[in-house]
């Protein structure tokens, strides 16, 4: 079945760090994936779509100097949350869909527990 | 209104009793649907998909109406393991393909 690998799994970091997280699709090409935050016992929360070589797609009242998100290839696309905040301390996880495939199911990463202290 | 509702539970049911949940939809351009688990601290992993046929995977039934807009999910003889969060997922193309999760309804099977 499709995999998709996020790395780190877990950070803890300083007020003020920058933290890189990485989404990668292992066994297909993904045009498209998606992050997402989720705070304890709340639901997923679409942040942004990353599209191969354009520009990503962010929901409203996502700040997108913010969370910077590269999409160089379509088996990798990164999540920079940038001069992190303990506000911004969330469990971070990535999907990506198979290319051109939009009726097809997301498939998530492990996800990134992220700590700002 | 949400655009996919679900009932968030909790369910609390004994170890090999049957457990349905239900999902609507609201958007009739809605394509694709799915059903999803995710346990405490971990990731969305996808149990199956859905289709108007029905479709069965062991121990778990799925079936859409699209007529009502409503999906459900079966399970059948629940074990301590089926304890979860299951996602009630629906793929539409309206300017786009865009993924709509449903809140999602907690399970747990007790001994």
């Known amino acids: 079945g499709a995999v998709v690998s996020q790395h780190p799994s877990w950070v803890i970091c300083k007020s003020g760090t920058s933290v890189k997280i990485e989404c990668r699709s292992l066994d297909f090409q993904a045009t498209t994936m998606f992050w997402y935050r989720q705070f304890p016992k709340q639901s997923l929360m679409l942040m942004a779509t990353?599209?191969?070589?354009?520009?990503?797609?962010?929901e409203q009242g996502v700040e997108k100097d913010k969370f910077l998100i590269n999409h160089a290839s379509l088996t990798l696309s990164t999540l920079t949350v940038t001069s992190a905040h303990p506000e911004d301390s969330s469990f971070y996880i990535c999907?990506?869909?198979?290319?051109?495939?939009?009726?097809?199911?997301?498939?998530f990463g492990d996800g990134t527990r992220l700590s700002i202290l | 209104r949400k655009e996919v509702e679900q009932d968030p539970g909790p369910f609390n049911v004994p170890e090999g009793a049957t457990v349905a949940f239900n999902c609507t939809y609201s958007n009739s351009a809605s394509q694709s649907f799915f059903w999803y688990r995710q346990d405490c601290r971990k990731e969305p992993k996808l149990l199956m998909s859905?289709?108007?046929s029905g479709n069965e995977d062991g121990r778990f039934t799925a079936q859409l109406n699209r007529a009502s807009q409503y999906i459900s999910l079966l399970i059948r003889d629940s074990k301590l393991s089926d304890s979860a969060t299951y996602l009630c997922v629906v793929n539409r193309n309206t300017g786009g393909f865009k993924t709509i999760f449903g809140a999602g309804t907690r399970l747990f099977v007790k001994a």
């Open positions: 990353s599209n191969e070589g354009s520009k990503a797609t962010y």
């Open positions: 999907s990506a869909r198979a290319a051109r495939q939009g009726s097809q199911p997301q498939h």
């Open positions: 859905v289709y108007s």
